[in-house]
C-alpha cells in the first residue's frame, strides 16, 4: 500500500506511443486509491515511477524536484482542492498533462476542469479508463509540442527571409548609392580633365592667342576683406574671388579622389563589419593629438563653407588606451557631417573633456534631425531628410560605422537634435 511521499515502481514493458519510463504524480490523500492507480498502470503495461502528495507544499516541491510526466490529482483534500493544484501545474510545469481522478463531480464542473486547463476528468467508479486516458494525454501534449517547435521553426524563417529581404534592399540602396555618387564623381573629374586640356591649349598658342572657352590662368590677386571667417588660421575666400584656374581645377579633381577614396574606404569598413573581422587594436593614444589631425583633415571643407571649427580640450592628460584609427574614423564622420549639413557662417564646436570618462562632442548650428526620424539615425545606407547645403556627397554609411565602432569599443554614443537649430553628438570614451 502506497504512503504518502513514497515512490513506487513498476517494469512491465510499455506499451506504444509511450516513454520508456514515466513519472507519475499523484495528488490523493487515500493510499487505497493511490495503490489502487498503481496496480491498474501496471497491469496496462506501463512503467511507471510514481510518488503521492497532499499538501500544497509537497505538491509543489515535487513538482520542481520530481518533475512528473502526468499529475493525477483527487479533487477534495485536506485544505486543497483540484482547481487551486491545476493553477499551481499551469505555473509550476506547464508542458505535464493534468487529469482529475475523483470521486463525484457535477459535469458542470468537469466542463469548468477541461477549460481551466486538465487534458481529462476520470471518476473512480470508471477507472479503468485512466491508462488510456494518460496515453492520450501524453500524445496531444507531443502533439502541441512538435507543434510549438514547427511554429517557432517557421518564425524563425519568417526572420531570416526578412532579414534577407532587409540586406537584399540595403544591397540595392548601396548599389544604387554608389552608382549614382560614383557617377558624380567621374563626370566632375571629366570636366577638370576637359578644362585642363583647353587651359594646355591656350598655354601652347601663340603668344596673345586664347583658345575658344579658355579660361585666364592668371588673375588678379584680391586682398581679403574684413569679416571673413577664419578656420584654424586660414582665411576663406568670397565665393565671387573664385576662378576656374588650373590650381584650382587640380584642388577639384584632387577632392573628388578623396571623395572616392572615402565611400570606397567607408564600403570596406562596412563590409569588415559585415563578416565580423573589424578587431579593435589597443594602443596608448594622445586624443587631443589624433583630434588636431582629423580638424585639419577637414579645415578646407570648413573654409569653403565660411564655417569656423572652435576646438576646446579641457583634459590635463589626453593619454588614453584605445584604437587610434577607430577614433580616427568616428571623430572624422562626426565632424565632416557636421560641416556638410551647416550652412555657410555658422560654427561647429569640438570639444575634449575629463569627467568619469573622457567626452568627445561635436555640436553644430545646422538643419537638425527631426524627432520621427531620430529611430532611424544609424541605420545603414540610410539617408536622412536634411541634405547637405552644398549638395555635398553622403552615402548614407557614416553614422552607421560611428554607432558601429562605438559599440565595439564598449563606449556609449547620444545625440541631441532640434530642428532648425542644430545636433550635438556626445561620446564617452571608457
Known amino acids: 500500500m502506497g504512503k504518502q511521499g513514497s515512490i513506487k515502481h513498476s517494469d512491465t514493458a510499455k506499451p506504444s506511443g509511450i516513454k520508456e519510463f514515466l513519472r507519475i504524480l499523484m495528488l490523493e490523500d487515500s493510499a487505497d486509491d493511490a495503490d489502487l492507480i498503481e496496480r491498474l498502470l501496471r497491469k496496462s503495461g506501463m512503467k511507471t515511477e510514481s510518488r503521492r502528495v497532499e499538501s500544497r507544499k509537497d505538491f509543489e516541491k515535487a513538482l520542481k524536484g520530481f518533475k512528473p510526466d502526468v499529475i493525477l490529482s483527487d479533487h477534495t483534500l485536506p485544505g486543497f482542492n483540484s482547481m487551486e493544484a491545476l493553477k499551481i501545474a499551469k505555473t509550476l510545469s506547464p508542458q505535464t498533462p493534468f487529469i482529475l481522478v475523483t470521486g463525484t463531480v457535477s459535469e458542470e464542473f468537469a466542463v469548468m476542469c477541461l477549460k481551466a486547463g486538465a487534458d481529462d476528468y476520470i471518476l473512480k467508479g470508471n477507472i479503468a479508463r485512466l491508462p488510456a486516458a494518460i496515453e492520450v494525454s501524453l500524445h496531444n501534449h507531443n502533439l502541441l509540442k ?12 519568417e526572420n531570416k527571409n526578412a532579414e534577407l529581404d532587409r540586406l537584399n534592399n540595403e544591397k540595392d540602396r548601396f548599389l544604387s548609392i554608389v552608382a ?3 557617377n558624380n564623381y567621374i563626370s566632375a573629374m571629366a570636366g577638370n580633365i576637359e578644362s585642363f586640356k583647353t587651359q594646355l591649349d591656350a598655354l601652347a598658342a601663340p603668344s596673345g592667342y586664347r583658345a575658344p572657352g579658355s579660361e585666364v590662368l592668371r588673375e588678379p590677386q584680391p586682398a581679403y576683406k574684413t569679416g571673413t571667417q577664419t578656420v584654424a588660421g586660414k582665411r576663406a575666400k568670397p565665393e565671387r574671388e ?20 572615402t565611400m570606397l574606404s567607408d564600403i570596406l569598413t562596412v563590409n569588415r563589419i559585415q563578416n565580423g573581422i573589424i578587431n579593435p587594436v589597443y594602443t596608448l593614444v594622445n586624443l587631443g593629438d589624433l ?17 569656423s571649427l572652435i576646438y576646446s580640450n579641457a583634459c590635463n592628460n589626453n593619454w588614453v588606451k584605445t584604437d587610434a584609427s577607430y577614433f580616427s574614423i568616428i571623430a572624422d564622420n562626426l565632424i565632416s557631417n557636421a560641416i556638410k549639413f551647416s550652412h555657410s557662417h555658422k560654427k561647429v564646436w569640438i570639444g575634449l573633456d575629463k569627467k568619469d570618462n573622457y567626452i568627445f562632442q561635436v555640436k553644430d548650428e545646422g538643419q537638425g534631425i527631426p524627432h520621427g526620424e531620430m529611430p532611424s539615425l544609424y541605420r545603414r545606407f540610410h539617408k ?25 569599443l564598449n563606449w556609449t554614443i547620444e545625440c541631441e537634435s532640434s530642428p532648425g537649430k542644430g545636433t550635438v553628438f556626445t561620446i564617452s570614451i571608457t
Open 180 to 182: 549614382h555618387d560614383l
Open 146 to 157: 512538435e507543434n510549438n517547435i514547427i511554429k517557432k521553426l517557421n518564425e524563425e524563417i
Open 291 to 307: 583630434l588636431n589631425e582629423v580638424i585639419k583633415r577637414n579645415e578646407d571643407s570648413a573654409v569653403r563653407k565660411n564655417i
Open 384 to 408: 536622412l531628410s536634411p541634405k547637405p547645403t552644398r549638395n555635398e556627397p553622403t552615402n548614407g554609411l557614416g553614422l552607421s560605422i560611428v554607432k558601429e565602432l562605438v559599440d565595439t
Open 242 to 261: 573664385r576662378s576656374n584656374s588650373l590650381p584650382e581645377q587640380l584642388t577639384g579633381l584632387e577632392r573628388n579622389l578623396v571623395n572616392m577614396q
